[in-house]
């Protein structure tokens, strides 16, 4: 096989899927070198991908050497809609996110971000240091005005059949009253438009419901929800409660 051949290294230029259904298509930045087993697990990972959604278009960015092999057994249209991008090194998973950012130029984790930046895809996927990530998007793609800080997300199935998206799971190690409340407005946004949830519940985690209980910069973020008309603040919810339903959105 023929790297040049059945997986060229892009170059440059925009990534631009054609046809009717463009608005449906969708191109990821894989940092295929991130993660405890690199390569051996993001590529077969990728394939998976592929087959599971005819929409999407992978850029594969990491070491050709490493990647080549594990696409052996890629049929014709998978190969279609994968590009290898070549990166000359990897940000180790115990790196200080300060250091791994200065670092990180020509990295796998920074070219997939720049993919993004450039456009040339709509996301960036990796598994690799999570701090170093965070770091990287917020210096490379800019939060939205208004946002100062990142957050991690996850959207979890609850007891009522539904869903709950929870947020932020790590990216900041002390969030005060103001990121808080950006947090709910972030996750209300991602709960209507991307889970489908019309005007969805926002609830703050705290250690009771009573409006006396918690920390501080709880009950000052709690306040200033209230006031805001355009998200659905329901007030406090317990940990016990998290699976229950009673919150479409939990700010942490």
Known sequence: MKL???FPQATGGKTKPGGDDTLTRLTLALDVMGGDFGPSVTVPAA???LNSNSQLTLLLVGNPDAITPLLAKADFEQRSRL?????QSVIASDAR???AIRASRGSSMRVALELVKEGRAQACVSAGNTGALMGLAK???KPLEGIERPA??????HQQKGKTVVLDLGANVDCDSTMLVQFAIMGSVL???VVEIPNPRVALLNIGEEEVKGLDSIRDASAVLKTIPSINYIGYLEANELLTGKTDV???
């Open 152 to 157: 991690l997300v996850t959207v979890l199935p």
């Open 83 to 87: 590009q290898i991008i070549p990166a």
């Open 250 to 252: 939990l700010g942490l």
């Open 191 to 193: 709960a209507e438009e």
């Open 139 to 141: 210096l490379l793609l």
């Open 47 to 49: 394939l998976q991908a």
């Open 97 to 99: 996110p300060s250091q």
């Open 4 to 6: 040049s051949e059945d």
